[in-house]
Nanobody, 132 residues
Framework: QVQLVESGGGLVQPGGSLRLSCAVS????????IGWFRQAPGKEREGISC????????LYADSVKGRFTISRDSVKNTVSLQMNALKPEDTAVYYC?????????????????????????WGQGTQVTVSS
């Protein structure tokens, strides 16, 4: 049974850091693209980072580039999202998602090209609140 479980969310002050984890089971991590999405109240779900299957290439949305880092540990079956220099606008529910067929890429304008429909399996989400 495919399962993804996020953890590590919480309340942090602006400028602070958090590390989210996505623990996966029921599939081989290296054979799946893993994406991180977030959804703020009243806004659409936004794809913010991805680590590709096989080659492990990493991609980021402009909104988090230079502040967030995605990584995977195939031994522990986890994908992490290190979030630094957090801003109030980073407040959202964060989700990890997996798909065995999708390959994340940038479009012609170097915008991260990944959407909710591209991923088959999802975690339940973890809340991140950035506030003083």
């Amino acid at each position: 049974q495919v399962q993804l479980v996020e953890s590590g969310g919480g309340l942090v002050q602006p400028g602070g850091s958090l590390r989210l984890s996505c623990a996966v089971s029921g599939f081989t991590l290296d054979y799946n693209a893993i994406g991180w999405f977030r959804q703020a109240p009243g806004k659409e779900r936004e794809g913010i980072s991805c680590i590709n299957r096989s080659d492990g290439s990493t991609l980021y949305a402009d909104s988090v580039k230079g502040r967030f880092t995605i990584s995977r540990d195939s031994v522990k079956n986890t994908v992490s999202l290190q979030m630094n220099a957090l801003k109030p606008e980073d407040t959202a529910v964060y989700y990890c998602a997996a798909d065995s067929m999708f390959y994340c890429d940038y479009d012609y304008a170097q915008a991260l090209k990944m959407g909710s429909a591209d991923f088959a399996s999802w975690g339940q989400g973890t809340q991140v609140t950035v506030s003083s």
